[in-house]
């Protein structure tokens, strides 16, 4: 089993910026795939970034791309989410989750584990 918990979170003025942190425990992460999603009320949970094993490789969707990155620190069994120039309509309870699995999936049920989330809002 591996524990997962959020942190970060925050109500920030448009144009801002936050930084998110998915603290592990239970097994080490340094075999999962580590991603963030997010789920605004009335919404689907989306993924927005996910990152392989070791670093290697990440993945963004269309609608961060460029102002969120995504890191890992596999020593601390934590995961990052740097997000810039953050907009409203980022605003939306963000998750963290671990996968099992090699592949960088965009489908939450892809993946084994979920952490209670943490609310993002950004203000106009």
């Known amino acids: 089993q591996v524990q997962l918990v959020e942190s970060g979170g925050g109500l920030v003025q448009a144009g801002g910026s936050l930084r998110l942190s998915c603290a592990a425990s239970?097994?080490?992460?340094?075999?999962?795939?580590m991603g963030w999603f997010r789920q605004a009320p009335g919404k689907e949970r989306d993924v927005v970034a996910s990152?392989?094993?070791?670093?290697?490789?990440?993945y963004y969707s269309d609608s961060v791309k460029g102002r969120f990155t995504i890191s890992r620190d596999n020593a601390k069994n934590t995961v990052y989410l740097q997000m810039n120039s953050l907009k409203p309509e980022d605003t939306a309870v963000y998750y963290c989750?671990?996968?099992?699995?090699?592949?960088?999936?965009?489908?939450?049920?892809?993946?084994?584990?979920w952490g209670q989330g943490t609310q993002v809002t950004v203000s106009s």
């Open positions: 990152i392989s094993w070791r670093g290697s490789r990440t």
């Open positions: 239970g097994r080490a992460i340094g075999n999962y795939v």
């Open positions: 989750a671990a996968d099992s699995t090699s592949g960088l999936h965009t489908s939450a049920a892809a993946y084994d584990y």
